[in-house]
């Protein structure tokens, strides 16, 4: 496996804004705030949301992914990797969660899931002792299969935001883009027929009275799906019930070593912001070694709701039982 080698799509948040940006969140973190008040609308000026939302464009859609540096550069050192997804964590580490509210929600609508870290809008996605070899955030010694977030939920984010608080080994992100992935008619053609039944992963607790989601009979969903503008996604192999069918067992091979073809690993470093377009591109990651002393990798994830239709055999979806919580509702 090459990882292709060409220039990341980038951008650079001006000094001013990212400075902006820290002092905000540190006023809102002195007056208690929380980040689904951060996210609200009395969050932040509307001039630093406006700011916000040129400096963090979206991805274009044949790349699927872009790179922001500098947003947090008003920040110091966010403290020791907690041990835990619950912390604790330094207040620093608390003022970049509001700056991360304030500068997602300026780019759509910040959401959590009721079920997956207790409902909260920033998530901590750092190794934790027991989850080394689980296909979930939470894992260090395993190949993470890439993947489209949260695949089995119709309200699954169009936008997947990371933003790295530290990254000892310099392990990336590997991004995939289904408009990159060389494909035939035919292999599109089978990959297009609702057929695969996509579980929740393993960072959802289990159903009641099930040991496992592949216990509860779900609704089947096509892998490949058209937006206006061109192919998407949904995909999640570590999770997915495929049919019997050796016709659609060809192309499913042949959409996996497409885009493993086509996949390009992207470098993060310590205050980089990653913006994955969740619909056109799958994400993993490759094994580390977790030391567990405060010093792993460790970033924080948002995920974004955007105004962008979804097929339409997708509103009668159940979604598992599966809640979003809205700032609102979050804490
Ligand atoms: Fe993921």
Request: aromatic fraction near 6%; proline fraction near 10%; charged fraction near 25%.
């Amino acid at each position: 496996m090459t990882p292709q080698v060409s220039a990341l799509p980038s951008a650079a948040v001006p000094p001013g804004t990212a400075e902006r940006l820290a002092r905000t969140a540190r006023g809102l973190a002195r007056a208690g705030a929380t980040p689904a008040s951060a996210a609200s609308r009395a969050g932040a000026p509307e001039a630093l949301r406006g700011e916000l939302r040129t400096a963090l464009a979206l991805p274009d859609r044949r790349r699927g992914f872009r790179v922001v540096t500098g947003l947090l550069a008003g920040f110091a050192d966010p403290g020791p990797t907690p041990p835990h997804w619950r912390g604790p964590q330094s207040a620093e580490a608390d003022a970049i969660d509001l700056a991360l509210a304030l500068a997602t929600s300026a780019l759509g609508r910040l959401y959590g899931w009721a079920h997956q870290q207790d409902g909260r809008l920033v998530h901590n996605i750092l190794p934790i002792p027991g989850h080394e070899d689980e296909q979930v955030g939470a894992s260090s010694a395993t190949l993470l299969t890439r993947h489209t977030e949260d695949a089995f939920h119709p309200l699954r984010p169009h936008l997947l935001v990371l933003a790295v608080m530290r990254n000892p080994e310099g392990v990336g992100s590997s991004v995939s883009s289904v408009r990159r992935a060389a494909l035939s008619a035919e292999d599109r053609a089978r990959l297009s027929r609702p057929l695969v039944t996509i579980t929740p992963d393993d960072s959802y607790a289990p159903p009641e009275g099930a040991a496992s989601w592949r216990e509860v009979e779900g609704p089947r969903t096509p892998v490949l799906w058209a937006a206006d503008d061109g192919l998407c996604l949904r995909y999640d192999p570590a999770y997915s019930v495929l049919p019997d069918d050796p016709g659609f067992l060809g192309s499913y091979d042949a959409l996996e070593k497409a885009l493993q073809d086509c996949e390009e690993e992207v470098p993060l470093g310590p205050g980089d912001v990653i913006l994955i377009d969740n619909d056109v591109a799958a994400h993993g990651r490759r094994p580390f070694r977790a030391r567990y002393d405060g010093t792993d990798r460790w970033l924080k994830r948002a995920i974004i709701g955007l105004d962008r239709p979804r097929p339409a055999a997708e509103a009668a979806e159940p979604g598992y039982g599966q809640r979003t919580v809205e700032p609102e509702a979050a804490r």
